[in-house]
């Protein structure tokens, strides 16, 4: 039985496999209607989500199959005190494959190692968020036509920011990729993101403090919110959170052909005057979001490719 709990999870030819399958899936939804008949997804959420919750809930539907879930731990078991390792041998008996998210880092880790169904990691604590990963790189390969020999600017909360983990830990696998980062000292990347993927790697980094002064250099721009909820200080979030905002006026200086992801949900790093340049993809992204989700909830259960 396979889960997605990190990047690391998957080959870089399943990878490969996993965005092909998207893409078809892209290209003709409706031959992919029926694959998932009978089956249940379970998505449990201890921790907020719009996109990703209805994200994997929509792919399962798209798919044929139905939804069971709770959508916050005080709707669950978990506020009369059951542990995530009970709770998924329980939803074992329900459902098919489970999507996870969870204010601790690792909780989805301890579920698997006792679950009797898939387990998808869907962000735990300031760790990792591997089907985000899957969107994003859906997204550029889909969008820029390749995954190599891009100048990646990541740009805003890179400490605690998830998605930006499991991006940097997916896009190293790739040749000719060089990382700009760009962050406020105090939300530099973590080290252990530094030594175990980019120094490891010999991947190509630097690290700046303004948008300014690298947006011209970038193929793609991936803003991140400034995360909230991680902060142990209500004071230094006030201090760091309008460290970035892009305008149009920063849109000028960067190429023609640089496109702006985002994870979302948007705070005010991007201004809405953004959205309508054609560079600004991050609402496509969202729709990209539910092929990658159909393409992993196939690949994870072992369901069959419709025949033509
Ligand atoms: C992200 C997350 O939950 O980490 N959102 C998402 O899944 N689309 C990003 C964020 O909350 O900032």
């Known amino acids: 039985m ?3 709990l990190t990047p690391s999870d998957f080959s870089k030819e399943e990878w490969r496999n996993l965005l092909d399958l998207a893409e078809r899936i892209k290209n003709d939804p409706k031959r992919y209607a029926h694959v998932a008949d009978g089956k249940k997804i379970a998505t449990l959420f201890y921790e907020p989500s719009t996109r990703t919750r209805l ?6 539907i798209n798919l044929g199959g139905s939804v069971i879930g709770f959508h916050s731990a005080d709707s669950s078991s978990v506020s009369k005190g059951e542990s995530v390792a009970d709770t998924i041998r329980i939803i074992g008996c329900f459902a098919d494959i489970c999507a996870m998210r969870h204010p601790k880092e690792g909780a989805p880790m301890v579920a698997a190692s006792v679950s009797p169904i898939p387990v998808i990691n869907a962000g735990d604590g300031g760790h990792q968020h591997p089907s985000q990963t899957l969107t994003d790189l859906f997204t550029i390969r ?3 036509g390749r995954l190599e020999d891009l100048t990646i600017g990541i740009c805003g909360d890179l400490k605690y920011g998830r998605t930006v983990h499991s991006l940097i830990r997916a896009l190293s696998e790739y040749s000719g990729i060089r ?8 939300l530099r990347i973590p080290s252990y993101v530094r030594e175990e993927t980019l120094e490891k790697n010999s991947i190509p980094y630097q690290e700046v403090e303004k948008l300014e002064d690298v947006i011209g250099d970038l193929d793609i721009l991936y803003m991140t919110r400034i995360q909230k909820e991680r902060f142990f200080n209500e004071e230094e979030y006030n201090r760091l959170k309008d460290s970035y905002v892009l305008d149009m006026h920063k849109m000028d200086m960067a190429k023609k052909d640089m496109l702006v992801l985002h994870p979302l949900p948007r705070v005010n790093e991007i201004a809405p005057e953004v959205d309508n340049d054609p560079r600004a993809v991050y609402f496509k992204q969202v729709q990209y979001g539910v092929y990658a989700r159909m393409a992993l909830i196939m690949t994870l259960l072992n369901l069959e490719e419709p025949s033509c």
């Not at 990382?179 to 000292?185: E, H, K, N, T, W």
């Open 142 to 144: 889909s969008l820029k």
């Open 55 to 60: 994200s994997f809930e929509t792919a399962m």
């Open 2 to 4: 396979r889960h997605f």
């Open 179 to 186: 990382f700009v980062l760009i962050s406020p000292q105090a």
